[in-house]
């Protein structure tokens, strides 16, 4: 059965797994936004739990430079209804973030899938 949270506690779960990231990853993301929205937008997957838009740093160039913050979202619909138990939403909210950055750096959905975070 899905569990209910309200917005605020929800988006404190996000920034404790923005935290999370070891300082080392950290301050290499630049340009980036992370933001919560209640549901994935229309044309995605009504079970979407995060999404990566904008260029991986692997392939950015002196052209892109300049160009607007990447995005990561963090939808919270999905991931409550996906979500059994607190415990396994703060797991599977840390997982969604580190899965979106992960893609920030270039790292594909098959090699997250190897490494747990897919």
Same mark, same amino acid.
Request: negative net charge; proline residues 7%.
């Given at each position: 059965? !899905?569990?209910?949270? @309200?917005?605020?506690?929800? $988006? *404190?779960? +996000?920034?404790?797994?923005?935290?999370?990231?070891?300082?080392?990853?950290?301050?290499?993301?630049?340009?980036?936004?992370?933001? +919560?929205? $209640?549901? !994935?937008?229309?044309? =995605? !997957?009504? %079970?979407?739990? #995060?999404?990566? =838009?904008? +260029?991986?740093?692997?392939?950015? $160039?002196?052209?892109?430079?300049?160009?607007? !913050?990447?995005?990561?979202?963090?939808?919270?619909?999905?991931?409550? %209804?996906?979500? @059994?138990?607190? *415990?396994?939403?703060? =797991?599977? &909210? /840390?997982?969604? &973030? &580190?899965?979106? +950055?992960?893609?920030?750096? #270039?790292?594909? %959905?098959? /090699?997250?899938? @190897?490494? #747990?975070?897919?």
């Amino acid at each position: 059965m !899905p569990i209910d949270m @309200d917005p605020e506690r929800f $988006d *404190a779960l +996000v920034d404790q797994a923005l935290d999370g990231i070891p300082d080392e990853l950290a301050r290499l993301v630049h340009n980036v936004v992370v933001l +919560v929205e $209640d549901e !994935p937008p229309e044309g =995605e !997957p009504d %079970d979407l739990l #995060g999404l990566y =838009e904008g +260029v991986a740093l692997t392939e950015r $160039d002196s052209q892109l430079a300049m160009h607007g !913050p990447d995005r990561i979202f963090i939808f919270r619909g999905p991931l409550l %209804d996906f979500c @059994d138990s607190e *415990a396994q939403l703060i =797991e599977e &909210v /840390r997982i969604t &973030v &580190v899965h979106e +950055v992960a893609h920030h750096f #270039g790292i594909d %959905d098959r /090699r997250l899938h @190897d490494l #747990g975070y897919a």
